[in-house]
């Protein structure tokens, strides 16, 4: 691209506050314009072929620059661009309505649309409150949720987020808000077995609901596997598990697939396929149009629907974009290709080939952990392999990684001392022998280049 068109973007792409930006940095660097994107690849302003490691952000589900994707949405606008979904309604959003019903597990039938995973997890939290109130136990509010979640940057949502970081400076609720341990196997301690550890998490998961008592626990939301939080996969029964501590106590289940559902782990969604759980709320947003627009879903059970429904009771809540029916065109259009490509099958397929080359990692002396399930993985560096210890110097690993991965034509999701991986959907396995490739020298250049400084040697 012409230098005079791109500095004039660089220097009008500074009036934005982008999300995540260190305010003192604010405007002191030009950022990488990605200009171009298609199959699993961004473009930069010098044409350059990135791949595209995150995804998005764990959102390019079907891959990028999806030519009947494109038509779809353009169709759409020229037949009917938008309606107040709190007056009228729309083809679109009750055919995705339908179709997310029987996607999804048990009886959750009941579809409220929000424009990203954010306000879905919100809106499940309100729900949550409204049914205990309806229900006359205005006491049973408290939430909990876990270290290392990630639930979205509302008040309330950051509030059930986990991530220490995210504490900087804001404000949290926290008075009916609690956080368990994360359930990451690769942190157990050194005398324990996963079997052991997932024990303890599950009496943990207990002991809180008995310490607030089970009259005032309302609802525990959960990711099935934490993405952002390091892509922690936890121990096998553990999800089972918990979801069975939920039914003793009548606590409600939320299950976050705002990440793990439309495919990333191989099914449209995961809490039953994968972890045989029927939870009583799942929200949803990102892969559910593989992020070519915004929308977020929460699906809610017939169960806990009929148990409010009984008397007068408003529903006071609701966006100006729920159920857009552009954004439930692509959805749609994306699971309609999910289907027709087979691409469900093709993620359970290749995900042993893709953990298969990662593995190739653990040559590198500061990989202490690869991990992942389906086609979201996570790469945990560490100060030495015996030890453990998260590598953090002068700035966390997995940015100077991130660094040298996009010199190599790379782009990674840099998390603490955590490399996060979850590439389009559709990626082959020539793709993904590029891909580790590119990963491996990345790390390895990082490593040499902290054995030059003397931050770190084997
Ligand atoms: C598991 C999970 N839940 C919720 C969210 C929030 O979604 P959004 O950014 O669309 O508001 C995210 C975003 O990364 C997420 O990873």
Not at 6 to 27: A, F, M, N, Q, T
Not at 57 to 80: D, F, L, P, R, Y
Not at 81 to 108: I, K
Not at 309 to 325: C, E, R
Request: hydrophobic share 35%.
């Amino acid at each position: 691209m012409k230098n005079d068109y791109v500095s004039d973007i660089h220097k009008k792409d500074k009036l934005i506050l982008h999300p995540y930006e260190d305010l003192k940095d604010r405007g002191s660097y030009d950022r990488k314009l990605i200009v171009k994107s298609d199959n699993i690849y961004l473009y930069d302003e010098d044409g350059k072929r990135y791949i595209d490691g995150p995804g998005g952000m764990w959102c390019n589900n079907i891959g990028h620059g999806n030519k009947e994707m494109a038509e779809t949405i353009k169709n759409q606008v020229e037949k009917m661009d938008y309606c107040s979904p709190f007056s009228e309604s729309n083809e679109t959003s009750a055919e995705l309505a339908s179709v997310l019903s029987e996607l999804s597990p048990g009886d959750l039938n009941t579809v409220f649309f929000t424009p990203d995973g954010s306000s879905a997890n919100e809106t499940a939290l309100r729900f949550v409150m409204l049914y205990n109130n309806i229900l006359g136990r205005p006491k049973k509010k408290h939430i909990i949720s876990r270290d290392r979640a990630y639930h979205g940057s509302t008040y309330l949502t950051a509030s059930i987020t986990g991530k220490d970081r995210e504490e900087n400076n804001f404000d949290f609720e926290k008075n009916f808000i609690h956080h368990l341990g994360s359930p990451n196997p690769y942190r157990k301690k050194d005398d324990q077995t996963v079997e052991d550890f997932c024990d303890e998490k599950v009496k943990e998961f207990e002991n809180k609901i008995l310490e607030i008592g089970s009259d005032k626990v309302a609802a525990y939301i959960a990711e099935p596997v934490l993405a952002s939080g390091g892509c922690i996969v936890p121990p096998k029964n553990y999800i089972k598990r918990f979801w069975d501590v939920c039914k003793k106590y009548d606590v409600l289940y939320i299950s976050d697939e705002v990440v793990t559902a439309f495919g990333r782990l191989g099914h449209f969604f995961c809490s039953e396929d994968e972890f045989e759980i029927i939870p009583d709320i799942i929200t949803t947003a990102k892969g559910i149009t593989s992020g070519y627009i915004p929308l977020g879903a929460v699906l809610i059970s017939d169960k806990l629907i009929a148990q409010i429904s009984k008397d007068s009771s408003m529903l006071f809540h609701g966006f100006t974009y729920s159920g857009h029916p552009v954004s439930c065109a692509a959805a749609l259009k994306n699971i309609e290709i999910m289907k027709r490509d087979k691409i469900l099958e093709h993620v359970r397929e290749i995900a042993p080939y893709f953990y298969q080359k990662l593995n190739k990692l653990y040559e590198i002396p500061i990989v202490g952990d690869v991990r992942g399930i389906g086609l979201m993985a996570g790469i945990e560096c560490v100060i030495d392999k015996n030890s453990k210890n998260p590598l953090i110097l002068d700035k966390a690993i997995a940015s100077r990684i991130d660094e040298e991965s996009l010199k190599l034509g790379l782009i990674i999701r840099p998390i603490y001392h955590i490399c996060v991986l979850s590439p389009a959907l559709i990626i082959q396995k020539n793709q993904i022998d590029e891909l580790v490739d590119k990963l491996f020298q990345a790390i390895s250049n990082a490593t040499t280049q902290l054995e030059i400084e003397g931050l770190w040697s084997k």
